[in-house]
């Protein structure tokens, strides 16, 4: 049996960072655009489940209505959360029960985040693709997307360009 693929697909500042040091991730909203928004609905068209960190699924409940349509949505966490959604699961699973889980479950997950999430998964192996989105912007610090992880070797795929200066850039994950 085939397993999925996990991608991290997630926006960075050209410094690294995915957050100020306080979680704000406003310093994005002047970058969004039709072409941008256009870019993310054909990744997010093949994904067939995501998993975030606790941190991030309460950004994203802040931000309004449930953006993930009906698709399953696993948050890691040890908190008591608000439920916002049918689809959304509450998991307390190690990173390598938890990808082993979704690899059987879906073609292709989105890790969406946070960072230390993303962390966890690179440095257990688990993750098969990354997406950036690089914002031309430095944050000068703040929330670290790899911070102290794993030395790992990518080969680049796909580059897309867009207008107002983002750079998107598609790697696997060399295994070898």
């Given at each position: 049996m085939d397993r999925g693929t996990i991608v991290l697909y997630v926006a960075t500042s050209v410094d690294g960072y995915v957050a100020t040091a306080d979680g704000g991730v406003d310093w994005l909203d002047v970058f969004q655009s039709d072409e941008v928004s256009e870019g993310y609905d054909a990744f997010f068209d093949d994904v067939d489940c995501l998993v975030m960190g606790s941190t991030t699924y309460e950004q994203v409940l802040g931000f309004g209505e449930w953006p993930y349509d009906d698709r399953p949505t696993y948050v890691v966490t040890n908190r008591d959360l608000p439920r916002t959604a049918d689809t959304v699961e509450f998991v307390s699973e190690d990173v390598d029960e938890l990808a082993e889980r979704l690899e059987r479950r879906g073609d292709r997950i989105w890790l969406v985040g946070g960072?230390?999430?993303?962390?966890?998964?690179?440095?257990?192996?688990?993750?098969?693709?990354?997406?950036?989105?690089?914002?031309?912007?430095?944050?000068?610090?703040?929330?670290?997307?790899?911070?102290?992880?794993?030395?790992?070797?990518?080969?680049?795929?796909?580059?897309?360009?867009?207008?107002?200066?983002?750079?998107?850039?598609?790697?696997?994950?060399?295994?070898?």
């Amino acid at each position: 049996m085939d397993r999925g693929t996990i991608v991290l697909y997630v926006a960075t500042s050209v410094d690294g960072y995915v957050a100020t040091a306080d979680g704000g991730v406003d310093w994005l909203d002047v970058f969004q655009s039709d072409e941008v928004s256009e870019g993310y609905d054909a990744f997010f068209d093949d994904v067939d489940c995501l998993v975030m960190g606790s941190t991030t699924y309460e950004q994203v409940l802040g931000f309004g209505e449930w953006p993930y349509d009906d698709r399953p949505t696993y948050v890691v966490t040890n908190r008591d959360l608000p439920r916002t959604a049918d689809t959304v699961e509450f998991v307390s699973e190690d990173v390598d029960e938890l990808a082993e889980r979704l690899e059987r479950r879906g073609d292709r997950i989105w890790l969406v985040g946070g960072a230390q999430l993303a962390q966890a998964f690179l440095r257990e192996g688990h993750v098969d693709r990354l997406r950036l989105t690089v914002v031309p912007i430095l944050l000068g610090g703040g929330i670290s997307l790899f911070g102290d992880g794993p030395r790992q070797a990518l080969t680049l795929v796909e580059t897309t360009e867009y207008a107002n200066g983002l750079v998107e850039l598609a790697y696997e994950i060399d295994t070898e």
